[in-house]
């Protein structure tokens, strides 16, 4: 995980407890939604996965930021509401959120394959539309 925290420092010009607290918030999101054979798996594919996620902050509980609020709403808006506000948490604004996802998902590809990507996307409303074009 140290190689993606280190890349995206450099692209979106945030700091590396930014990216850690980020990248941790966003498995505890996938965590939530993709099946538990699947997050396995991606784990195995990204070593040093469980570390980051202990450095992520809490889930915010009901209430709290507007992301969060969209993040409960349930459904596609919801569901990638809910994987934003834990960036948003970590400091990234909501342009530098969907880059961050846009390259993790990259990323994703590159270490675990297509095939587990393609699952995961699958079963995470709305993230299609961000997996869809690898970012450079």
Same mark, same amino acid.
């Given at each position: ?59 915010? /509980?009901?209430?709290?930021? =507007?992301?969060?609020? $969209? %993040?409960?709403?349930? *459904?596609?808006?919801?569901?990638? !509401? ?29 270490? /675990?394959?297509?095939?587990? =990507?393609?699952?995961? $996307? %699958?079963?995470?409303? *709305?993230?299609?539309?961000?997996? !869809?074009?690898?970012?450079?």
């Amino acid at each position: 995980m140290q190689e993606f925290i280190q890349m995206v420092t450099q692209r979106l010009g945030i700091s590396e407890s930014q990216a850690t607290s980020a990248t941790g918030g966003l498995l505890k999101g996938l965590q939530q939604h993709i099946s538990e054979q699947d997050f396995s798996e991606l784990q195995e594919k990204l070593p040093g996965s469980q570390e980051v996620m202990q450095e992520a902050p809490e889930q915010e /509980a009901a209430g709290g930021s =507007l992301l969060a609020k $969209v %993040g409960s709403l349930g *459904g596609t808006l919801g569901t990638v !509401g809910g994987l934003i506000a834990p960036l948003t948490k970590s400091g990234l604004t909501q342009d530098k959120a969907s880059g961050f996802i846009q390259m993790f998902l990259d990323y994703v590809r590159s270490k /675990a394959g297509a095939d587990l =990507l393609g699952r995961i $996307v %699958g079963q995470v409303p *709305g993230l299609s539309a961000l997996a !869809g074009q690898p970012t450079q």
